[in-house]
């Protein structure tokens, strides 16, 4: 007798906590704080699903979980000039306009 199985294991978000809390290990762009639940598919379809452990960042763009340890410290910067808080990748500053 022959038996054919196709399924897995896999992760879900449940829940966002928090929007835009880092950036992914993998692409780079912008990653989300969530719970998750851990998912037992058989063929395609989710059969079991439990919580995961503890909140992980989660990559909309490439779909990966990574614990929050991973993920690269955000740095803002200040404008010297109006003393407002501007993002690291801009060359201007959108408030006042003068060169950072």
């Keep these: 007798m022959f038996f054919f199985f196709a399924g897995g294991l896999g992760q879900q978000v449940r829940q966002v906590l928090k929007s835009n809390a880092g950036k992914c290990i993998r692409c780079g762009s912008e990653a989300d704080l ?3 639940d851990k998912v037992l598919k058989l063929f395609f379809v989710p059969v079991w699903r439990w ?3 503890d909140p992980v960042l ?4 490439c779909d990966l979980f990574f614990p929050q340890s991973l993920s690269p410290p955000i740095f ?3 404008c010297r000039f109006c003393d407002r808080v501007v993002e690291p990748e ?3 500053c959108p408030f006042c ?3 950072l």
């Design 76 to 78: 803002l910067s200040r």
């Design 58 to 61: 989660h990559c909309r763009d």
């Design 51 to 53: 919580p995961g452990k």
């Design 97 to 99: 306009g003068s060169s």
């Design 34 to 36: 969530v719970d998750y």
């Design 90 to 92: 801009f060359r201007f």
